[in-house]
T-cell receptor
Framework: AQSVTQLDSQVPVFEEAPVELRCNYS??????LFWYVQYPNQGLQLLLK??????LVKGINGFEAEFNKSQTSFHLRKPSVHISDTAEYFC?????????????FGKGTKLTVNP | NAGVMQNPRHLVRRRGQEARLRCSPM?????VYWYRQLPEEGLKFMVY????????ESGMPKERFSAEFPKEGPSILRIQQVVRGDSAAYFC???????????FGQGTRLTVV
C-alpha cells in the first residue's frame, strides 16, 4: 500500500534560518506529490505540487521542493523562514488503491519558527 | 467564487447522538472527497462521491458512517451513535475532475463528550 513518511514530527528553527522538511513515499510507480500547510484550526492550503517536468517545484510563500525519484523523496525547503511560517506541513501522494485516485498523507511536521 | 464551505466548523455531540457534517463544493465542482484527521495524525481518506453516486468508500468505517451527495444541495457525512473515538477533524475537498485538482474546506471539528 502507498504510504508517506515524514521523518520529523517537529522542527524548531530560528527566524531567517533555512529549513528542510523531509518526506519519503513508498511507491515506485508514477505518482503526483503535494505539500500542504495547515495553520491552527484551519483547513489545508496547497503550497506546491509535482505532476511532471522539472524536478524542482516552486510554490507559494517562498517554498520549494525537489522530486527525487531514485530516493523516492520530495523534501520541502525554504531558505529563510518567518515567524508566520509556523504551522503544520503535510506531504501527500496520489494513489489509486480502492479503485479511484485519492491522496495519501503523511502524519505532518510541526514547524515552529522562533524569534 | 467561494471556496469549499463546510459547516458547522465545530460540533459537539454526546455519545450515542448523530452527527451531520455538510460540505458545499466550489462552484462547478462535481467531485467531493471526505477525509478524517485524528489527533496527531495526517488526513485519512474516507469516501469519494460524485453527484448522486458513491464512487469509492474504501476508507469508510463499515458501521455507523454514511455519506451522500444529492443532485441538489451539499454533500453530507453522517455519523450515527457517535463514540469518543469519532472525535476528529473532518475535511471535505472538491474538484472539477481529478483528485489532483482538489481544494480543501476548513473542516468540521467534531468533539464527542
Amino acid at each position: 500500500a502507498q504510504s508517506v513518511t515524514q521523518l520529523d514530527s517537529q522542527v524548531p528553527v530560528f527566524e531567517e534560518a533555512p529549513v528542510e522538511l523531509r518526506c519519503n513515499y513508498s511507491s515506485s510507480v508514477s505518482v503526483y506529490l503535494f505539500w500542504y500547510v495547515q495553520y491552527p484550526n484551519q483547513g489545508l492550503q496547497l503550497l506546491l505540487k509535482y505532476l511532471s517536468g522539472s524536478t524542482l517545484v516552486k510554490g507559494i510563500n517562498g517554498f520549494e521542493a525537489e522530486f527525487n525519484k531514485s530516493q523516492t523523496s520530495f523534501h520541502l525547503r525554504k531558505p529563510s523562514v518567518h515567524i508566520s511560517d509556523t504551522a503544520e506541513y503535510f506531504c501527500a501522494v496520489t494513489t489509486e488503491e480502492g479503485g479511484s485516485e485519492k491522496l495519501v498523507f503523511g502524519k505532518g511536521t510541526k514547524l515552529t519558527v522562533n524569534p | 467564487n467561494a471556496g469549499v464551505m463546510q459547516n458547522p466548523r465545530h460540533l459537539v455531540r454526546r455519545r450515542g447522538q448523530e452527527a451531520r457534517l455538510r460540505c458545499s463544493p466550489m462552484k462547478g465542482h462535481s467531485h467531493v472527497y471526505w477525509y478524517r484527521q485524528l489527533p496527531e495524525e495526517g488526513l485519512k481518506f474516507m469516501v469519494y462521491l460524485q453527484k448522486e453516486n458513491i464512487i469509492d468508500e474504501s476508507g469508510m468505517p463499515k458501521e455507523r458512517f454514511s455519506a451522500e451527495f444529492p443532485k441538489e444541495g451539499p454533500s453530507i457525512l453522517r455519523i450515527q451513535q457517535v463514540v469518543r473515538g469519532d472525535s476528529a477533524a473532518y475535511f471535505c475537498a472538491s474538484s472539477p475532475r481529478q483528485a489532483i485538482e482538489a481544494f480543501f474546506g476548513q473542516g468540521t471539528r467534531l468533539t464527542v463528550v
